[in-house]
């Protein structure tokens, strides 16, 4: 079965610094998609970035960006120039390639903006 | 215009009624999944559906029970409530074009 593991359960960051979060999982799969969402407190969970496992470059959305190590199976999201709408839960989410597949979710990591 | 949405947002209900969750997606995604988030924020699939394909997570109670009366539509009903099923319900769906699911704005169910 496959395992998301989020060992930070808390981070903090100054605004305008870089944070990283950390997840790791296990498959056994060559192929599969990981995700980061956010949860704000206004419950919403929010699709931040998404990574294709065959794909070697680490997905980037403006401010958002992954380190994928396949072999090491691990899937970091880094926050660069943080703000104070950043503040949110985050979880990492890993889905198999085809099917109607469900995401299997980490425990989350709640993040908080220091103004 | 609300992709996925999810009725009632806040749900208070006493120990052994029966309730229901609707949930309505106009994305045209034919997969449609229920997941609960526990008091620790911990997500757990319960149910995914796709063209008439029921999966169960095999942890879930029989109490729970999805209905599909059409592919935009993924109903939860819960017989005899119990105060462990206090909790946020949110409902999701994809299509095999994306490989993200997409939440609905969840029901936070209390149980009293």
């Known amino acids: 079965a496959q395992t998301v593991t989020q060992s930070q359960p808390e981070m903090s960051v100054q605004e305008a610094e870089t944070v990283t979060l950390s997840c790791t999982y296990d498959?056994?799969?060559?192929?599969?998609?990981l995700f980061w969402y956010k949860q704000p407190p206004s419950r919403q969970m929010i699709l931040v970035i998404r990574?294709?496992?065959?794909?070697?470059q680490n997905a980037t959305e403006n401010r958002f960006s992954v380190n994928f190590q396949k072999a090491a199976k691990s899937f970091s999201l880094k926050i660069s120039d943080s703000q104070l709408g950043d503040a949110a839960m985050y979880f990492c989410?890993?889905?198999?390639?085809?099917?109607?597949?469900?995401?299997?979710f980490g425990t989350g990591t709640r993040l908080t903006v220091i103004p | 215009d609300t992709a996925v949405s999810q009725t009632p947002k806040y749900l208070v209900t006493q120990m052994g009624n029966d309730k229901s969750i609707k949930c309505e997606q106009n994305?045209?995604?034919?997969?449609m999944y229920w997941y609960k988030q526990d008091s620790k924020k911990f997500l757990k699939i319960m149910f995914s559906?796709?063209?008439?394909?029921?999966?169960i997570n095999e942890t879930v109670p029989n109490r729970f029970s999805p209905k599909s009366p059409d592919k935009a539509h993924l109903n939860l009903h819960i017989n005899s409530l119990e105060l462990g099923d206090s909790a946020v319900y949110f409902c999701?769906?994809?299509?095999?074009?994306?490989?993200?699911?997409?939440f609905g704005q969840g029901t936070r169910l209390t149980v009293v």
């Open positions: 999701a769906s994809r299509t095999g074009t994306y490989a993200e699911a997409f």
């Open positions: 498959t056994s799969e060559s192929d599969y998609y």
């Open positions: 990574q294709e496992a065959y794909k070697q």
């Open positions: 989410a890993y889905r198999t390639w085809a099917g109607a597949n469900n995401l299997f």
């Open positions: 994305l045209g995604h034919d997969t």
């Open positions: 559906y796709n063209n008439k394909e029921l999966i």
